[in-house]
């Protein structure tokens, strides 16, 4: 070896790289107003192919050379240019094929038309040919006629062609033309045909199968011989249009004959309501609601009387109908006596917050001997039922408080059997037990008297049995029918004495029910539950409940989901006097609902959209009355007592007032004082009111906040009087129907006194912040010291900083004076308000 190849490798000074496959390049653009921008461009190379001299597609494969190299834009174009060169030599390539498919085609056609033609030729010489033979056998007497007559030569078919430059172009494409090969070839045929060579026959009916089909050449030539069809798009056209003629004239009947509708109306109905109902337009009857001189819109309502003059109007006929006929076989009649079965009583505490209920209720929880220990039943819905011996039941209402039982009965939901009413020992008769008292008399319902916390050396039972003779109870020991009981929910004594007197009660009330019918019930409470949605806890009255039942529940109706008990356990079905929780509910109702199973869907739907109606068109829902109602009523021969509720300052004006007005009456009427005590109204107060149709009498009182609201929402009729003279008058004046207010109290607002100053010579000034409405400086003011009336007067001085002003809204600080009174503190509060003389009216 020579000694360069025993150099040791080494490594160059360049770097070590691979070569670029992309040649990169920069290029200026240029934009408007001057401004340019380098942009950054690569070149890839891409293969190149190109359509050969064979016709087929090939690689091209050209190194470029050194001095063929261009800069890098002039590439770019030069590639672009390429490429289009490419697309159009593929597409030049494309339209040659076609070209060549579309000649071999019509080569083709053109030769399958010239072998049809040939044999239609042949068929019309052998026809001759036959026919001449006939009459030669048949005219041999005819021979020197037929002498004399020159012989007839047969003649050939000819076939006329035509020249390419007297061929219409429009007609025949060029590639169809004859050609003088063509010619020549069908001359041959021609000839051979009158020789007597035989020729391919057509096959039988041929003819005939072919004779519906379009060809090519029989569509270019107009061949009249082809038959088309119609196609069946133009089949669909055809039908479509007979269909609308049909139409068209339908509608013109209908039009030229007026349709006479038997239009159904109850009391009330809107206009536009009549107007489907009549199939007219809206616009026409509210004109003639116009000529009758009555200015409506659609969406008002006018009555039956007023829809049947525009019916007749119109030509219709109209057929009247109550609206609470959809009402009707609602609520099945009276079970039979032979399918009634007994039923468990229901029972609710009731009593003072104080004595005891909480502790009497969980004593009898552990009472329960399917329980097997003290607290064994979770209370999961607001009702339960409590085990005996002898496969007996008892079902307690957990609504303890007199105010959701006067709810329930204000909703016309009695579903109370027995009143528990507890009382402690060591405390005696409270204000909370005096009112249990009196709504349980009111419910007509039997009361059993709980004697709680005999354990406690204090306890007086004796004490309690004289304090319930002042409030008409008569207990059993004094000779009277109440039953009393002496109990201790903490030592658990007596607790089975109670049971039993329960269930002696309600043996005595005979409860029985039909299990075997539709089930009816009264919803005790409702809710909405996450995941479950509106649930309600029912009682179930009679009838059975079941999975699956479609129901209707006041102004909301729905399926039956699952029951639940109240020990939270799904059940298939629920007898009488059973509390369980109903799922499906459309909606959330109201306590005290009924709860009735209906047959469909349909019909509870149509049930609960006419009570949403009723519902939203009743301006006094809940049922409450005012002095102008019971006025009415009385006059109409409807009401012989008139419930009245007394609140008073104290205890004397009650008793004053209650006897004063229980001497009123006249040989119809009567007043009936069902509830009268000492202090503000509240809400209890009103509750009682709207389930005894009563009316509040309020003397020197004012109600409280929340009774305000309730009594505004319910429409209860709350009087204020500081003289007893006026309370007997305005009651005389109802009995006596000669009611004549002379002046109506408008409300105006409320002010609280912040702060008292003492300013010379004007006295004591009241600091204010009105808390509600406005006060007005001329208007009559009350001031309420703990809610009761202590001045009634008028406002001397109403100014807001130093300048006197005419009223004060509701959120501002203003400085009230007195007319001639000086007894005011802080607290107390001002109510203002407005004497409006408005006319008699009831």
Not at 291 to 303: F, P, Q, R, S, Y
Not at 465 to 485: F, K, N, Y
Not at 681 to 702: C, P, Q, Y
């Amino acid at each position: 070896m020579s000694n360069e190849a025993k150099k040791p490798l080494t490594l160059g000074r360049g770097k070590l790289e691979l070569k670029m496959t992309v040649e990169t390049g920069q290029v200026r653009q240029s934009f408007s107003h001057g401004r340019s921008k380098v942009v950054q461009v690569e070149r890839k190379r891409k293969r190149q192919f190109e359509i050969g001299a064979d016709g087929k597609v090939q690689e091209v494969k050209v190194k470029p050379t050194a001095a063929a190299k261009k800069p890098i834009a002039e590439e770019a174009a030069d590639t672009v240019q390429r490429k289009l060169s490419e697309e159009e030599k593929a597409h030049r390539l494309k339209v040659l094929q076609d070209a060549k498919r579309g000649e071999e085609a019509e080569r083709l056609e053109e030769e399958e038309r010239r072998v049809i033609e040939e044999v239609r030729q042949a068929g019309v010489a052998e026809e001759t040919r036959s026919g001449a033979a006939i009459e030669q056998g048949q005219g041999e007497s005819d021979a020197g006629k037929s002498s004399a007559e020159p012989p007839k030569e047969e003649v050939a078919p000819v076939v006329t062609v035509i020249p390419d430059a007297e061929r219409p172009a429009a007609r025949v494409p060029a590639s169809r033309r004859v050609t003088e090969d063509e010619e020549s070839e069908s001359l041959k045929t021609a000839k051979k045909s009158k020789t007597g060579h035989k020729q391919p026959a057509a096959k039988k009916g041929d003819q005939r199968r072919r004779s519906g089909k379009l060809t090519i050449s029989a569509a270019l030539e107009g061949d009249d011989r082809v038959d088309r069809g119609r196609s069946v798009a133009a089949l669909k056209r055809a039908q479509e249009k007979e269909r609308r003629k049909q139409t068209q004239q339908q509608k013109a009947s209908m039009s030229s004959e007026k349709i006479i509708r038997e239009v159904i109306v109850p009391e009330n109905i809107t206009v536009q309501e009549f107007s489907n109902r009549m199939a007219e337009r809206s616009g026409n009857v509210v004109k003639t609601l116009m000529k009758l001189g009555i200015m409506a819109t659609i969406n008002e309502v006018i009555d039956a009387d007023t829809a049947e003059l525009v019916a007749q109007e119109f030509g219709h006929k109209i057929k009247r109908v109550a609206e609470d006929d959809v009402l009707e076989g609602l609520s099945a009649g009276p079970d039979d006596e032979n399918a009634t079965a007994e039923r468990p009583p229901v029972v609710t505490v009731m009593g003072h917050v104080d004595h005891g209920k909480t502790s009497l209720l969980d004593a009898l929880r552990a009472s329960d001997v399917a329980s097997g220990e003290a607290g064994g039943i979770t209370q999961h819905i607001g009702a339960y039922q409590v085990r005996l011996d002898g496969n007996r039941q008892i079902t307690f209402l957990d609504t303890p408080g007199h105010e959701a039982f006067t709810s329930m009965r204000a909703r016309g939901a009695k579903v109370t059997d027995i009143v528990v009413l507890v009382v402690a020992a060591d405390d005696g008769i409270m204000p909370q037990t005096i009112e249990a008292i009196k709504h349980a008399k009111a419910a007509e319902v039997p009361m059993i008297v709980a004697i709680n916390k005999m354990d406690k050396p204090e306890a007086s039972p004796d004490r309690v049995r004289q304090e319930l003779l002042s409030h008409e109870v008569v207990v059993e020991e004094m000779g009277g029918e109440t039953l009393t009981v002496e109990v201790s929910a903490t030592e658990g004594t007596n607790l089975d004495k109670l049971l039993e007197a329960i269930h002696l009660q309600s043996e005595l009330l005979d409860l029985k029910a039909n299990p075997d019918r539709a089930a009816e019930a009264v919803v005790v409470e409702a809710k909405m539950e996450k995941g479950k949605g509106s649930v309600a806890t029912v009682l179930v009255q009679r009838g059975t409940l079941q999975v699956g039942d479609i129901f209707v529940s006041g102004s909301e109706w729905g399926r039956v989901r699952a029951l639940v008990n109240d020990q939270n356990k799904q059940i298939k079905s629920a007898l009488p006097s059973a509390p369980v929780e109903v799922l499906g509910f459309s909606g959330t109702p109201h306590a005290g609902d009924d709860f009735i199973v209906v047959d469909d869907e349909a019909r509870a739907r149509e049930v609960a959209d006419f009570r949403i109606r009723k519902s939203r068109d009743s301006v006094a829902a809940s049922g409450a009355s005012t002095m102008e109602q019971m006025f009415a009523k009385i006059q109409a021969g409807q009401n012989e007592d008139m419930p009245v509720v007394i609140k008073a300052d104290v205890q004397g004006s009650v008793e004053a007032l209650t006897g004063t007005l229980e001497k009123i009456g006249t040989e119809n009427a009567h007043v009936k004082v069902i509830h009268g005590a000492v202090g503000p109204i509240n809400e209890s107060d009103i509750t009682l009111a709207i389930a005894s149709k009563a009316v509040i009498i309020g003397f020197n009182v004012r109600a409280n906040s929340q009774a305000r609201e309730l009594a505004k929402r319910d429409s209860v009729d709350v009087r204020y009087y500081s003289i007893i003279y006026n309370v007997a008058d305005d009651i005389k004046a109802v009995l006596s129907g000669r009611l004549a207010p002379r002046y109506r109290e408008n409300f105006l607002g409320y002010a609280e006194i912040r702060e008292v100053f003492m300013v010379s010579k004007v006295g004591k000034i009241a600091g204010c912040m009105v808390t509600e409405g406005q006060i007005k400086r001329g208007s009559k003011v009350r001031l309420l010291r703990d809610d009761v009336v202590i001045h009634e007067g008028d406002l001397s001085q109403l100014k807001r900083f130093k300048d006197d002003v005419k009223d004060v809204r509701e959120g501002t600080e203003c400085g009230a004076a007195f007319a001639n009174y000086q007894d005011i503190q802080v607290k107390d509060r001002i109510e203002c308000f407005e004497l409006e003389e408005v006319a008699t009216e009831l």
